[in-house]
């Protein structure tokens, strides 16, 4: 089952933050999250594997919350090259707690920053 | 990580006909995955790619309609057959290494007419 991801669309002014958030009706392995632009192939932004985990990649960053199923993605002080859709792609979790290997991937969240 | 070289980079056909496209990964790897995205859409998984063994298609996708083959641990090949307009897409390849991200392909482009 494909992960909800919210907002649907987002509108910034450069400098300011965004939160997007993934959630999912399965128990995960992991959590990926890509942005795409427009024309291009998805591009990896990070992984987390474990519950409660928080990465952070210079201005972006995330959480994983593995009790809730859920994730969420920072955007903080956006710059226009943040302009994308992100995508979250979720991993289940077989019954022995291993990984499938494969992602599903949520609708997506536009993201548009202005100057 | 891997790079991952996909054949052809957009095409037109016409309806009826078949397009092989094809995964070249620099690296042996395990798991390889065929992913199509129509216009606007999200990534919808269509099937693994398993070497030596018959791929694993997911739900709504079948091998008639898309066959797969993986030869070998660096080489994958998807067809889409009998085509019509709506399977106008971009198709990628994408790889994974164990507990590593997903990695893609540039995609193909397909445009059917």
């Known amino acids: 089952q494909q992960p909800v991801q919210s907002p649907q669309a987002v509108i910034l002014r450069e400098g300011e933050d965004a939160v997007i958030n993934c959630s999912s009706s399965?128990?995960?392995?992991?959590v990926h999250w890509y942005r795409q632009k427009h024309g291009e192939a998805p591009v990896f932004l990070m992984i987390?594997?474990?519950?409660?985990e928080q990465k952070g990649h210079e201005k972006i960053s995330a959480s994983f919350n593995e009790k809730k199923q859920q994730s969420s993605l920072y955007l903080t002080a956006s710059q226009l090259s943040y302009s994308g859709t992100y995508f979250c792609?979720?991993?289940?979790?077989?019954?022995?707690?291993?990984?499938?290997?494969?992602?599903?991937f949520g609708q997506g969240t536009i993201l548009t920053v202005h100057p | 990580s891997a790079v991952i070289s996909q054949k052809p980079s957009r095409d037109i056909c016409q309806r009826g006909t078949s397009l092989t496209i094809q995964c070249q990964v620099d690296?042996?790897?395990?798991?390889m995955f065929w992913y199509r995205q129509q216009p606007g859409q999200s990534l919808t998984l269509i099937a693994t790619?398993?070497?030596?063994?018959?791929?694993?298609?997911e739900s709504g996708f079948v091998i008639d309609k898309f066959p797969i083959s993986r030869p070998n641990l660096t080489f994958s090949t998807l067809t889409v057959s009998n085509m019509s307009p709506e399977d106008s897409s971009i198709y990628l390849c994408?790889?994974?290494?164990?507990?590593?991200?997903?990695?893609f392909g540039n995609g193909t482009r397909l445009t059917v007419t």
């Open positions: 994408s790889v994974k290494f164990g507990n590593s991200p997903l990695h």
């Open positions: 399965k128990a995960l392995y992991s």
């Open positions: 987390l594997l474990k519950g409660g």
């Open positions: 792609g979720t991993e289940s979790s077989s019954a022995g707690g291993t990984s499938y290997g494969k992602l599903t």
């Open positions: 690296s042996q790897v395990t798991m």
């Open positions: 790619a398993n070497q030596g063994s018959e791929a694993t298609y």
